[in-house]
């Protein structure tokens, strides 16, 4: 008998595209900044779209281990036109508040089911997305108090983990 209802594995699926898309935006925003020489935001959002796939793998790994079955969902095709390091900025942190949305969707679900396995995993997500929020938050506030998108990419480093 599986420990993950089939409702609460339906939704994680949904999540696990979710995921995947997000990992899919940002390394188009990556692409796009390393074609327009923004060397540091590049690299930023290429972390950030690692992180996206490993986002996901948290998810599949759940749902095999509960005994539920995986099922991969079509991806959307990414924007690629995009105008400005401004409007990636932006895009990325409204990006993050919906993820939050469905992050918190999950968590109402699950206890809505009475399902109280995925607790330890969702809270580890919503801790994860208060995080995202506050990192795309700052590099919006830290691009204003510049003038010039290049200065602002050479302050902008992030180690990937």
């Known amino acids: 008998m599986a420990l993950i209802s ?20 940002y390394l188009g925003m990556s692409i796009w900044l390393k074609e327009h020489n923004f060397e540091n935001l590049a690299n930023w959002y290429w972390i ?14 759940y749902i095999i281990e509960t005994g539920g079955t995986v099922e991969l969902l079509e991806l959307k095709k990414p ?30 679900l699950a206890e809505k089911l009475k399902e109280l396995q995925p607790r330890s ?10 995080e995202e929020e506050a990192n795309a938050t700052a590099l919006i506030e830290i691009h204003v108090a510049y003038k010039n998108d290049m200065l602002f990419d050479r302050h902008v480093h992030r180690e990937d983990d």
């Open 6 to 25: 089939e409702e609460l594995n339906k939704a994680f699926n949904a999540q696990i595209k979710e995921e995947l898309d997000s990992g899919y935006l």
């Open 48 to 61: 950030q779209a690692k992180e996206e796939f490993e986002h996901a793998e948290k998810f599949w790994k």
């Open 79 to 108: 924007k690629s036109d995009w105008k400005s390091v401004e409007e990636i900025l932006k895009a990325g942190l409204a990006h993050e508040q919906y993820i939050t949305n469905k992050i918190t969707e999950l968590w109402k």
């Open 121 to 130: 995993l969702l809270q580890w997500f919503i801790n994860e997305q208060i």
